[in-house]
Structures are given as C-alpha cells and as structure tokens.
C-alpha cells in the first residue's frame, strides 16, 4: 500500500464529519483533544463558566451568520447565482464556494499572513477571497475564531471537573471535542448549510448549557432542523443531483448517531450501549469507505504501460521525466508503467506530489498518445479588466475560446467560455487556471462549469479540435 493510500484511508472518517478531504484535519482534531485535556487541568471558576459557554456560542454563531452574509453578498455582487457554485483565483491560490459550503470564513486564516502563505500551495486557505471582500472582514473573523478557540476549551475544562471517573471521562472528551470540533471547523468551513452544521451546532449547544438528560432531546431536534433544510435546499436546486443529496444526509446521519452512541455510554454502560456504538462506528466506516472508494481506486490502480501523464507545478515537485508539454506553469510529465506494474499512489509517493489533486491521468480505454476523445469544459468566466486576447492554446494539449458577453455590477468583464484539452491532462481546474493566467491575468472568477466528451477521430489528433 502506497502511503497517499494510507493517508487516505486512516483520514477518511474524519472527513466524513468535516467533509473535507485534506489530511491536516486529521492532525487538527487530534490536536484539539489534546489542547481539551490540558484545558481540563486549567482551573476556571463556576462562576465564569455561564458566560464562557455564552462566548463560545455566540462566536460560533457570529461566525456561521458572517460567513453566510458575505457569500451572499460576494456572488450576488458579482450577478452569480446564488445555485452556482463559484471558483475564485487569485495568483496561486483558488477556492471553491457555494451555498451549501461557504469558503468566505477561510479569510480568517488568511489574515495569518506567515501561516496563509506557508500552506497555500498545498491547502484551500481562502487566500483567493481575500480581495473580494471587505477589508475588516478577515480580522473580524479571525477574531470570532480565536474567542470560540479559547472560549470551547475553557467551557471543557468546567465539564471535566464533574465527577465522572476516568471512563467517563474519555467518553466526556470524545463526545465534546467531536461536536466543538465538527462545530468550530464548519463556522469557517462549510458553514451553517454544510452537512451535518445544524446536527453539529445543536449537541454543541446542548453541551454547552443543558444537564446531560435533556442532550438527546435537542440533537434529535437538531437532526431533524438539519434534514428539512438538506430536503429544501434540494427542492430549491442548492443540492446539485441525487448522489449529493445522499451523501448530506450519511454525513450528518453518522454524526447524530456517533453522538447519541457516546451519550449513551456517558449515561450507562451496558450490551444497549455498547451495541449502539458499535452500529455508529460502523456507519461511520461505511460512509467513510464509500466516500473514499473513488479516490482509493484512483491510488490503487497501475500506471498505464503505455504511458500516464503526471501534472505538477515546480514548487511542489520536479520529477526526472520526460516532459510531454507545459501549460504555462503546469508541467505535464511522461509517466510509463513499462518496467513494473506500479499504482499511482506510488507514483505520487514517488514524486511527492499531493495526492487529493489527483495528479495522475487515469484515463480508462483508449490511449493517451493517440486518444479518441478530448474532454471539454465550458464555463462562465469573469475579469477585473477586458482580455486582449480571446484565443489561446497549447498545440495538441488545450485551446481555450472566449467570447465577451457582459458585464457584472463590480465592472469585471463577463465572457463566455470553451476549454478544449487533451484526456490524459489531469487536474482540471489548473488546467482552466493556467490557460486563462495565458491571457494575461492573475484574478478572476469562474460558475457554471459543464463538462463533456468531444469525439476526435484518432487520424487527426495532430490537428484534434485546437
């Protein structure tokens, strides 16, 4: 097994919480048990502990109402729908946000100036907002953070001085460093929409100021917020398809489950008990091997003998391999499987190139020197200032049309979009990324991508569709 692999596997339940697919949450949640435990020998008064519970929740709060008020007012300034999922770009960085996963409460991490930038290659530090939104929104924000930060550790360590044993206290520390967690890691990830938030939220809550009885009655009641506003935001087409929809209620499913499991043993150790946890964690792990099934397949399956092309920029690895092409900054490498059936995933090890960009082509059927099909993106794309090229391409591999359409209320310049681009070039989005910076911008903004096979007979792939 290939340690991308590994990662991807011993992450993964995690990431059914969090709903991400970076290995650093991992590290973080385990970081944040470990500040609980040493929160839980810090002596605060009763008297406080009202009033912490109090900040932790209405920083919480501030943060998941800020975050959602200024995606709304970002992509409506731009005359984005608010349906689309938008990308932002701003010189290395790129992010992702829409309105069942806001990425406008990442800004508060890249305030952190030194700590932004030494993760920006290789994580979504919210970097790429930065500039599109208002300048006291990243210190605001990151301020909110730090108050829920110290304010949830303090509140624990009144909770871990009741009278529990050390039994109960393991559970005590599972149970509220999950929901403070999954709690605090959507505010600025993923936000009130996200899956799970509402679930999240409620047994936090509930933690924070209820007497354990009245625990269940509330993440139940906050299981039950949760599932009608996924079916809503459904009905109104915020929960693009069917497998999308299915997977916010797995997510925030396991989490009302692993939480009644742990609150359960709190109460009463018992066959009941330990039969309801054992169902949780097996929801858990079943959510989290369907989840990765893709992206495990992906890492467990051999470089083609005629040859995969590996996609990577010069900051992240410079392989000793032939260079097929270089998209401006993307460097697209000759990867052959001729002398050993070796997977991708340590092909990646190998090359030490992140493995949840999916840099290695995995291109089933066909062959990467003479392909049949070329692969085709259109989407909408808009500029701070009008292009003056609205063609570019890299012969054989991409070719990029653009035609002007309109422009949005923030003066940026609105073009519709074609990327034509060759199977066996992986990380698409780069791809997009480094075509458009060809044209000679750093920032810009990209909705409504589409993608779809464009038959090329194999005779003409010299001249293909570019």
């Not at 030194?114 to 929104?137: C, I, N, Y």
């Not at 392909?371 to 991409?398: C, D, G, H, K, M």
Request: proline share 5%; with cysteine; glycine share 8%.
């Amino acid at each position: 097994m290939s340690w991308s692999l590994f990662f991807l596997v011993a992450t993964a339940p995690i990431h059914v919480l969090t709903e991400g697919t970076h290995p650093l949450r991992l590290l973080l949640f385990l970081g944040f048990l470990l500040l609980l435990c040493i929160a839980a020998r810090i002596h605060v008064p009763k008297s406080y502990s009202r009033f912490l519970a109090f900040a932790a929740l209405f920083s919480v709060g501030a943060i998941f109402a800020l975050s959602l008020f200024l995606h709304v007012q970002l992509v409506t300034s731009h005359s984005i729908p608010l349906r689309a999922s938008a990308v932002f770009f701003s010189g290395s960085e790129m992010t992702n946000t829409r309105i069942e996963h806001v990425h406008t409460g990442k800004v508060a991490i890249a305030t952190i100036l030194p700590l932004a930038s030494s993760f920006e290659d290789v994580a979504d530090t919210g970097s790429a907002l930065r500039d599109e939104l208002p300048p006291w929104a990243g210190p605001v924000l990151l301020a909110l953070l730090a108050v829920a930060i110290l304010s949830a550790l303090l509140s624990y360590s009144y909770i871990a001085r009741r009278k529990d044993g050390l039994y109960q206290g393991l559970i005590s520390l599972l149970l509220y460093g999950t929901f403070a967690f999954v709690t605090l890691e959507k505010s600025i990830d993923g936000g009130i929409l996200n899956d799970g938030a509402i679930v999240a939220v409620a047994g936090y809550a509930a933690l924070l100021f209820l007497p354990r009885h009245l625990f269940v009655r509330v993440l139940l009641l906050g299981g039950v917020a949760c599932l009608v506003t996924i079916f809503a935001a459904a009905y109104y087409g915020y929960v693009l398809g069917h497998n999308a929809l299915v997977s916010s209620m797995g997510n925030a499913g396991v989490l009302l489950l692993l939480g009644l499991a742990l609150h359960a043993l709190l109460l009463k150790r018992s066959i009941r008990t330990y039969a309801l946890l054992a169902l949780a964690l097996l929801a858990l792990f079943l959510k989290a091997g369907s989840d990765v099934a893709f992206r495990a397949g992906y890492l467990a399956s051999s470089v083609r003998e005629d040859g995969s092309y590996l996609a990577t920029y010069a900051h992240e690895s410079e392989p000793d391999l032939p260079l097929v092409t270089r998209i401006n900054d993307l460097g697209v490498y000759r990867l052959n499987g001729e002398a050993g059936r070796i997977s991708i995933g340590r092909a990646i090890d190998t090359y030490q190139v992140p493995y949840w960009y999916q840099p290695v082509s995995r291109l089933v059927g066909g062959s990467c020197t003479y392909p049949s099909q070329y692969r085709e993106a259109q989407f909408s794309l808009f500029t701070p200032a009008a292009l003056t090229q609205e063609v570019i391409e890299v012969p054989v591999y991409a070719r990029l049309v653009l035609e002007k359409t309109h422009k949005n209320p923030q003066g940026w310049q609105g073009y519709s979009a074609r990327l034509t681009y060759h199977p066996c070039v992986p990380r698409r989005y780069d791809v997009m990324k480094e075509m458009i910076e060809m044209l000679g911008t750093k920032r810009f903004l990209i909705y409504n991508v589409r993608l779809e096979n464009v038959h090329v007979p194999p005779e003409s792939v010299d001249k293909a569709v570019l």
